[in-house]
């Protein structure tokens, strides 16, 4: 960390280093709900694109927007059929960046958790404390 409290420039995600201690709980509490707010906004910001995609260029209501957008972001396909070439366009499409969209918050979601189990296995005080538990 440097003097100000933020993390140093090297470090933009915030997480400790092999060699360093594990993280207080607190700081990794902290880490998992920024980690979360980070997702929720992309996924956020991809349903909001979506909704008004479908609006705009599906001339469908802002109800069934809503609804085929988080249909087609959760994986689950499109409800309404689309009526111009343009909105099956759009809706390939946003159907591919959705996949991704989808996958990149999971990774972002589960990234503090992953690294923390990572971290609690390859710390060389983890490794001291088993060598003396082991017969």
Known sequence: MAENGKPA???????ERHHEPLAPRHVFTRR??????????????FLVIGVIGYHVLG??????????ASMI???????????????????S?????SGVAFLTSAGIL???IVHRVFHVFSHPSAKRESKGTNP
């Open 9 to 15: 420039p090297d470090r933009a995600l915030g997480m």
């Open 32 to 45: 998992l709900l920024t980690y979360g707010l980070v997702s929720a906004s992309l996924i956020g910001s």
């Open 59 to 68: 001339r469908l209501s802002w109800i069934d927007s809503l609804l085929n």
């Open 73 to 91: 972001l959760s994986g689950m396909g499109p409800v309404d059929p689309l009526p111009t070439p343009p909105a099956k366009v759009f809706a």
């Open 93 to 97: 499409l946003y159907a591919l960046l």
């Open 110 to 112: 589960f990234a503090p």
